[in-house]
């Protein structure tokens, strides 16, 4: 999860990535991947990977779950766009 919110909070530096909104706090950010993963709009499948998209308050986002042994595991989370 900190990989997550060091590449994706509002402010990051890290090049070539989306954002949450500035409103969210980590804990608002914590929340919408877990829900995404729990009640997603949709699930499509790549190769060795899961991907859950859900928007939530107007923010579509994507979830990663690897499914390769050793067995189902959080790869990445992220905002579709900002």
């Known amino acids: 999860m900190r990989r997550v919110l060091h590449k994706h909070r509002h402010g990051s530096t890290v090049p070539k990535k989306s954002h949450f909104p500035r409103s969210w706090s980590d804990q608002d950010i914590e929340d919408a991947l877990e829900l995404t993963v729990r009640a997603p709009d949709r699930v499509t499948r790549g ?36």
Do not use: H, N
């Open 47 to 82: 190769g060795d990977k899961l991907q859950f998209t859900r928007e939530v308050d107007g923010v579509e986002v994507r979830v990663m779950i690897r499914t390769d042994p050793p067995g189902p595991r959080f790869w990445s989370g992220y905002p579709a766009r900002g």
